[in-house]
């Protein structure tokens, strides 16, 4: 435990020179920034800035595009997870994802959040209950689900979708977590639940979000890196950003002068 | 398992994500890619048979090219043969230029009209209608043609008996299914702001349906018609039954005319010598691939350019692409100049009054919507006159006893049974590879240039002529292969004749699942394939269910590709894949041509039964989507 506690806040995945191209369009402009373990950062920006792509670099994701090309180098564990040498599939069990639109399979509760460690061949019905009941716990949805795992997901409401979601990526036990503008299709009170979520989160998780939203951003990272055409223009300390911005461009954007 | 879990431990100190050989995974994948690229094995054997064939034939003594391509006699058997191909081909021309003539019309008026002026409820209603046009075998087409069309051509014009118009009426119908809904696609698909554009310059309805409409989606009709033409020329049983097999150089309609399927029919069914007259049957059908595969082609294009907009992402075919839009231009021009000479040809008033205005709109909408009354008619008619004269013949006994030279004891029971054998044969052939196919193409595939040849040649394949399949199986199957006239070469025809079906099917059925099921399943750290095995075959069963019913119902009506193999009589069923068969389509075709009136009874009662059996296969598809959508719960 002290171990982790010393590893706390210091550089935990270094990104370098990151380029993506789409095609012939060039999505990220030769980003560098560094990700603080166990904490929150956010990815600001106006739409098609990038940094929904940048995103889907920690996890390769972007493989799953046609045309999208990555250089660079994301150093985590001493590993470069660019490279091609690395297999994406075992990489996801470490860095999970949360998705725009709460995307639950059309199964029951229960299997959603089994359905991660199944593929990784935990067959036992014990363990899975265990682990399913801490995923919900985890994800502060267990007191609103707990007692009908076997409906189907499909039946829940937006936001109780989402946070299944997010157990769904808790029970594979990743290290970071990855969410894509997770509360765009919710609304203000779901909201509020997902951001008392990831405030708990960042205690055991290093989690990245990307964000339409500067007040979330606001509330809810501890750094945060303002994107614009592709390129990362200010990194730095939320508090720093939001009050004391060193560019004009972020200053700009944070007061609204465009959007 | 837990061997596994050693080695990735052992490989987890040095580094967690280091890439495996994914055994399993890379041969599902390695297994898919196979049964996809079974495309490409059949196409080069369909290429190989045509050419053997057409090789063995150009250095027969008996046989010289210049004639083959100019001569105007086409006398296949007796002492002095020849084999000049232009009585085919003006018999080809003569019947699917004539149902063309007659279909095109009525299909894109039909299509106007559904697509512009049909309320919703007339569309649920006509729609499911054109799909039963198109869902009827075309054997069933061609006993009416003979045995119903015929006789008023004869009666009232005094044509032969076998004869080029009966066969062009009732093919004018066979082809308005292809042509109605893709010009149906094209229209609807015009973007509405053009529409509201021109009604806000105070255009009526019916101007802006076609002075608006109708130009803008003018690629996609053409690209109808272009198919419906395809269609039409690759067409075997009507024009086999109805038009006759004598190759007359003529384009009157009331003679008896042979077109380039109905030779090979004609070989087909025996009643050629063996010898050079059977191997021509191959040139003609290399002849009439080569026809088809350029018409598909140029359709193709047409649509593709339909697809991707006016801006073409590869500058290669850019140079390929604007002579085809030239084509189109020209053709454009040609159509409205004939057009509007039809139209000067009718009195039109100087003066363009609102009211007359009206008054052109109310006519040009009963006339489109007349092409659509005379559809439905035409299937009401053929139905009625198809069961009030088969249905006398059904009992039980027609059901359980074997086909025999006497009328009053035949019956269908091995036929019953052949096609039974036969369907399920395909289906345990064909589902498999065909999903597979499908799987690989909409799951794994890359875009790379392999990906797209392989898509193109499954295009292709689907239009490749029913008949071309029955020289390929004769060929390979039957004696390359040496399966003999066999159950297993007759499903191996058909299945191949359905594949292409089978995984447009299951590609729309994989399609509509929704994007960010995969993507959860990636993101906890799923292989493509368990996403596949696990969050999109199980959503998208009833739809592949569906499309693989529908393409059986498709493989138990042809009668063209089994031509060559299938069995005329049998005293036992068969009792293993083996063994000779006897199917439903092939036996109506016998029954049809049988001297003794008596068969066309029979004949008649076997098409209801046929009939029967696709409305069953139909109802079980129709109700599997039915209950998907229902529990359907995302």
Redesign the interface.
């Known amino acids: 435990m002290s171990d982790e506690l010393k590893k706390q806040n210091n550089e935990f995945i270094k990104m370098k020179n990151v380029n993506v191209y789409y095609s012939n369009n060039q999505a990220i402009k030769n980003v560098s920034m560094d990700i603080k373990e166990k904490s929150v950062t956010a990815f600001i920006g106006p739409s098609g800035c990038g940094k929904s792509t940048l995103l889907r670099c920690f996890?390769r994701?972007n493989d799953?595009i046609?045309?999208c090309r990555t250089e660079g180098s994301i150093i985590w564990?001493n590993?470069d997870?660019l490279n091609?040498?690395?297999?994406?599939?075992?990489?996801?069990?470490?860095v999970?994802?949360?998705?725009q639109?709460p995307?639950?399979?059309?199964k029951s509760v229960y299997d959603n959040i089994a359905?991660?460690p199944r593929?990784?061949?935990i067959r036992e019905e014990d363990k899975l209950d265990i682990i399913v009941e801490k995923s919900l716990k985890d994800s502060a949805l267990w007191k609103e689900v707990g007692d009908r795992l076997d409906s189907?997901a499909?039946?829940l409401s937006g936001g109780q979708q989402q946070r299944l979601?997010i157990a769904?990526?808790l029970?594979?036990e990743p290290e970071v977590i990855l969410m894509d503008e997770p509360c765009s299709a919710l609304d203000p009170i779901a909201t509020g639940k997902i951001e008392d979520l990831i405030d708990q989160l960042k205690k055991k998780y290093t989690v990245i979000i990307v964000t339409h939203n500067m007040q979330q951003a606001a509330r809810v990272s501890k750094y945060t890196g303002f994107f614009y055409l592709g390129e990362l223009v200010e990194y730095g300390k939320t508090k720093q950003i939001f009050e004391n911005p060193q560019e004009e461009l972020t200053e700009n954007y944070m007061t609204g002068r465009f959007g | 398992m837990i061997k596994k879990k050693k080695i990735s431990k052992s490989a987890n100190e040095r580094n967690p994500f280091f890439l495996k050989f994914n055994f399993k995974e890379k041969s599902i994948v390695l297994l898919l890619f196979s049964s996809a690229s079974i495309a490409i094995v059949v196409s080069i054997a369909i290429i190989y048979t045509l050419l053997e064939g057409s090789y063995s034939f150009f250095t027969d003594p008996a046989v010289n090219f210049f004639d083959f391509i100019f001569g105007t006699r086409w006398i296949p058997s007796g002492n002095n043969p020849s084999f000049g191909i232009l009585p085919l081909l003006s018999g080809t021309i003569l019947i699917a230029g004539g149902a063309l003539l007659i279909g095109a019309p009525i299909g894109i008026g039909s299509a106007l009209y559904l697509s512009q002026f049909a309320s919703k409820r007339i569309r649920s209603i006509v729609k499911p209608i054109i799909e039963v046009l198109a869902g009827i075998p075309s054997i069933v087409y061609g006993f009416f043609a003979l045995i119903i069309i015929s006789p008023i051509f004869r009666d009232l014009f005094g044509a032969s008996y076998f004869n080029a118009a009966s066969a062009i009426v009732v093919m004018s119908i066979m082809v308005l299914p292809i042509i109605v809904s893709i010009s149906d696609d094209s229209m609807k698909a015009v973007p509405n702001h053009l529409k509201e554009s021109s009604l806000a310059l105070g255009a009526t309805k019916w101007e802006t349906s076609t002075k608006v409409v109708m130009p803008a989606a003018s690629s996609g009709i053409i690209a109808s018609i272009l198919l419906g033409l395809a269609r039409a020329l690759g067409e075997t049983m009507v024009v086999t039954l109805a038009a006759g097999s004598v190759a007359n150089l003529t384009f009157n309609p009331l003679n008896e005319v042979q077109t380039m399927t109905a030779y090979i029919a004609q070989v087909a069914t025996g009643d050629i010598p063996p010898g050079v007259a059977v191997s021509a049957a191959f040139a003609v059908g290399l002849v009439l691939f080569l026809i088809t595969y350029a018409i598909n082609t140029i359709a193709s294009k047409v649509v593709i350019r339909i697809k991707s907009g006016s801006k073409s992402k590869i500058k290669k075919r850019k140079r390929d692409k604007k002579i085809i839009y030239n084509f189109i231009l020209i053709f454009n021009k040609v159509l409205t100049s004939l057009f509007k000479k039809f139209l000067s040809t009718i009195k039109i008033r100087k003066k363009l009054t609102l009211e007359i205005r009206y008054r052109k709109q109310r006519r040009g909408k009963i006339i489109v919507s007349l092409c659509l009354i005379f559809a439905i008619i035409f299937l009401i008619y053929l139905l009625t006159n198809i069961i009030t004269k088969g249905i006398d013949g059904l009992s039980i006994q027609f059901l359980t006893s074997f086909p025999s030279y006497k009328p009053d004891l035949a019956g269908i029971f091995p036929v019953l049974i052949g096609s039974i054998y036969l369907m399920l044969l395909t289906m345990l052939f064909a589902a498999p590879l065909g999903v597979g196919a499908a799987i690989y193409l909409n799951e794994f595939a890359r875009d790379s240039r392999y990906t797209r040849f392989l898509r193109r040649i499954i295009q292709n394949l689907a239009g490749v002529p029913s008949i071309v399949f029955g020289l390929m199986g004769l060929t390979i199957f039957v004696r390359v292969l040496n399966f003999g006239p066999s159950l297993l070469s007759g499903s191996l025809i058909l299945t191949i004749m359905v594949l292409p079906i089978v995984v447009v099917a299951t590609e729309e059925a994989l399609k509509s699942i929704p994007k960010s099921f995969r993507d959860g399943a990636l993101g906890i750290g799923s292989t493509r394939w368990q996403t596949v095995r696990h969050h999109v075959l199980p959503n998208a069963t009833p739809g592949i269910m569906t499309g693989i019913i529908l393409s059986l119902s498709r493989a138990i009506g042809e009668t063209a590709p089994i031509l060559f193999i299938g069995a005329v009589f049998a005293k036992t069923i068969p009792s293993s894949i083996f063994d000779g068969f006897l199917a439903l389509p092939l036996t109506i075709f016998y029954w049809t041509r049988h001297p003794k009136l008596e068969f066309q009874t029979l004949a008649a009662s076997t098409i209801i039964i046929v009939l029967l059996i696709l409305f069953i296969m139909n109802i079980t598809a129709i109700i599997i989507r039915q209950r998907a959508q229902s529990r359907r719960n995302w």
Not at chain 1, 84 to 94: A, H, Q
Not at chain 1, 96 to 99: A, E, I, L, Y
Not at chain 1, 103 to 106: E, G, I, L, Q, T
């Open positions: 996890n994701m799953e046609v045309g564990n590993v997870i091609k040498n690395i297999d994406p599939v075992p990489l996801r069990r470490k999970g994802m949360v998705f639109k995307n639950p399979f059309p359905y991660g593929i990784q061949g189907s499909m039946d979601c769904r990526t029970a594979i």
